[in-house]
C-alpha cells in the first residue's frame, strides 16, 4: 500500500484546516512537497529545519527548550509528514525571550498542549496505516543544545520501551508528591535518573547531559507546583534561579544531588502554601492521610493519630477544605487509582482491594462519581 502526492497533500491540508497546526511531509529521499500555507521560520529553528529524524515506525512528538514542538508521523514506508512548529501551551521559558522577531515567530504559532498534540498523532496514525497506537508507542523527546534530534539508538526496543515506562511511572510519583508538598517523602526516596536512562540524549557530553536532564527536572517539578497552588511568577522566579545555577556549572560535581534539592524546593514552596492555607490541625490529617492511602482510615483513627476529637477534626476539616473528612479520604484513595491504573496492570479488585474498598462495586461507584468515567474507561484511554 503506497500513498499518491495528491492524497498526502490533501491530507496535511485538511490537517492544517481542522487543527491549525502546520504540516510538512518529507520523502525517504528527501523530497519535499509543496503544501501550504509554509510553516513560519525563525533562525532558531534551523536545526531541526535541517535535520529531520530519520523516520521511524512510530510517532515522535519534539519538544524544544524555547516552547516549541514538532510532531513526526511514519507514513507507511514512504516518508514522514511533520507537524508544528507549535507553540506549547505549558511552556516555561518564554520569559528568556527578548528578540522581537522571536516574538513575532511566537504570535503566529497555534498554541496548543502536548496531549493534543499526541491525540492527533494517534488520529493521523490510525487514517494512515489503519492501525491503534497504544500511548506507550509515542515518543518524547526534548532539544539538546548543539546537537541534532536525539535518538534512541544501540538499545534493544524492548529494553528501551521498559526503561521509558518505569521513568515514566517515577515521573507521575514525583509530581503528585511535589504538587501535594511532600518534601520529606522526596528528600527521603526520591531515586536519580541513571546517565543514560532517559535515551542517548548528549551522550558523548556527560556534562550536557546531566544539565539537560536538571533542566527537565525543573520544568517538570514547576509544572507540579503550580497544580498545587503556587503562583505561576514564584513558580517561573524560582525556575530562573534554578536554571542559571545549573547554566552556571563547569562540572558535573557540582550538580551532584540537584535532582533531589530542585523537586524538594517545589515541594517546599507548595507546602509553605498549604500552611497559610489550613490550620496545624488540618494540615496533619491531609498529610497523614497522603501517607497512609493504603492503610485503613477513618475519621476516628486520623483523629487519634493527630490527637483531637472526632468532631472537632470533622468540624474544622469541612469547613477548611469544603469537603467532609470521609469524601477526602475518597478523593485522594481515587487519585492514587488513578496511577494505578494507569501504570500498573493490576486488576480493579487488586486495587479496591489495595485501596480500602469495601468492594469491586464500591471503587466503581466512586470512582465514577470522582471523575465522571469508570475504572475500565480511564484505563483505556490513558494505560
Known sequence: MSLKKDDLIQTAEHLYGTTGFFVSYRSATGEELDIQPIPPFHPSQLTIEQNWPPPEITPLLYTLKDGTAYLFIPVLDQGQYRIGPVLLQSALFRAHIQDETFHQFYKSLTRTTENRLIDCAHLVYRLLTGQQLAARDIRVESEVADQEIPLIADVPSHTASTAYIKAWEREQQ???????????????????????????????QPLRAEKNLLLGTVLLSARAAITGGLEPDEAFMLSDRMIESIEAAQSISELRNRHVRITVSFAEAVKQIQELRHSPHVLAAIRYIQQHLYDPLSVSSISREIHVSSNYLSVLFKEETGLPLARYVIRERIREAKRLLRSTDDSLLTISKKLHFSSQSHFSQAFKQTTGETPTHYRQHHF
Not at 511535589?178 to 531515586?191: K, N, V
Request: glycine share 10%; aromatic share 12%; proline share 3%.
Open 174 to 204: 514525583i509530581i503528585e508528591w511535589i504538587a501535594s508538598g511532600q518534601s520529606e517523602r522526596l528528600a527521603t526516596t526520591y531515586s536519580l535518573p541513571a546517565y543514560g536512562e532517559f535515551g542517548s540524549l548528549a551522550r558523548h
